[in-house]
């Protein structure tokens, strides 16, 4: 994606985002206007980049809004039974395609953001009003004169006249996700990840603040804006938010440097994988798979398509993927069918793909993907992200972008074999490892395609190429003997001598 269109794109859908000249929201969108109605502060990107700039300068200051304890202990639950009152959320009597519902602190999410709504360049605070909430049977709403700190917010679109499911969330850290049209969710993107698996221990910046521009009535499309903190860097950040039978979300974003930042993540994702088709080892289960997303897929600056299923392993695994300018990456869910889960309570079949497409040069670096081992399906037990080669200094500001694509695809190439199917079992002597990968796709005939099978320690043994009838695609299979190794990366391509004719597979046995 060409940043300079991107951009120029962004920049007029913020123009186009018209406003009705008023300075405070009213009624008829959700927001009573008091009797003398105050002066907004005036609201630019730009001047959040000033802030975030200016703020960097000095050392974090941690939110100051208390949140009653009452609220802080909630547990699961009775946090989900707080929720705004259908007929009061934000635009609920506009004929705009997009409500706005402010998230209440409590439970896990005790961090305070402040949320703004903007209007004709002002930005004015949405305030806190106890009666515009439905507290739900277990819990009781906070006492008069009490004000719960909001802790991020909601989107929602309609479905029905009656029906308005929720399409993204920005909630806890820098954390948001979204959802493809008749979807369920599944990976979460990060503004940013630092030093993610390191020994010395992860830094979570937070969104403190977040600005909302008030859409017009016949887009499905929101822009907002994000103010970040963390100990060591600030940023600002514009969302553009695009509901359709997919979900995008473009961001744009400058990180002022506190101090030297050396393991950075951009496009960062997160997502869980529990067990599969392969990697069932650690599962005794009824549900042939759990998981939200089944493989890491890149397309390399030089246009290769890479596939690497993802693992539950024994151990931490990290494995970095080196690259220039990267086309795309995410974490993708090609398991589309129910029967290959059977899960009525929790439908991994429904899961989107997140895709990460970098906006321009991104430079040197690597994907890197962090596996950590889970014995439940409630971790979020896997990371992907982009680390840039080299660091970020303190005082020089970043910029970059990018856009964040919540779909039913699975980052299929549409002009090669892709991996359809990956399975593992027992191999033919003890301690050898079988595996078996289905292609489907555009590719020649069996006879006239070169299977191409290493592993990096041990030896691949029979690799076998052959015809699938079943799926009109063609099947590899192969042992790998791994001769007292403690781990292999494995790699399969099909050629046709010359050329690619498929995507990449790539995995990574241990001995572990």
Known sequence: MDRRAFLSSSLALAAALGFDGTLRPTAAEGLDAPP??????????????????????????????????????????????????????????AQRQARLEPLPAGFVYRTPVELYLIDDGQALPIPFDRERFDWGASVAPPEDGVALPFSGLKLRRPRDPDRWPEFAVFQGATYFRALARDQAYGPIARGLALNTADADGEEFPVFSRFYVEKPDDNTQTVLLYGLLDSKSVTGAYRFTVRAG??????????????????????????????????????????????????????????????????????????SAFGDENPHGFGLVQRTRAFAEFQDLERRWDLAPSAWVEPVGDWGKGSVVLVEIPSDAQIHENITAYWRPHGKLLAGQEFSAACRLRWTSSGAEPADLGRVADSREGQGAESGWRRYSIDFTGPMPAAAAVKLVATASAGRVVSPILRANPATGGLRVTFDLDPRNAPLSELRVQLTDGAKPVSETWLYRWTAA
């Open 36 to 93: 003398t109605r105050p002066a907004g502060t005036p609201f630019s990107f730009s001047a959040l980049k000033d802030e975030a700039r200016r703020l960097a300068g000095a050392p974090q200051v941690a939110p100051q809004a208390a949140i009653p304890a009452r609220f802080a202990d909630l547990g699961q639950e009775q946090y989900r039974d707080i929720r705004w009152k259908r007929d009061q959320l934000i635009w609920h009597d």
């Open 245 to 318: 039978d997919e979900t995008s979300i473009d961001v744009e974003f400058t990180l002022y440097p506190r101090e030297d930042l050396g393991h950075v993540g951009l496009g960062a994702l997160n997502s869980m994988f529990f067990y599969g088709a392969i990697g069932r080892s650690r599962a005794d289960d009824i549900r042939p798979a759990v998981h939200l997303s089944d493989a890491l897929a890149i397309v390399t600056g030089q246009g290769e398509h890479l596939l690497r299923p993802l693992a539950n392993p024994r151990i931490l695994q990290i």
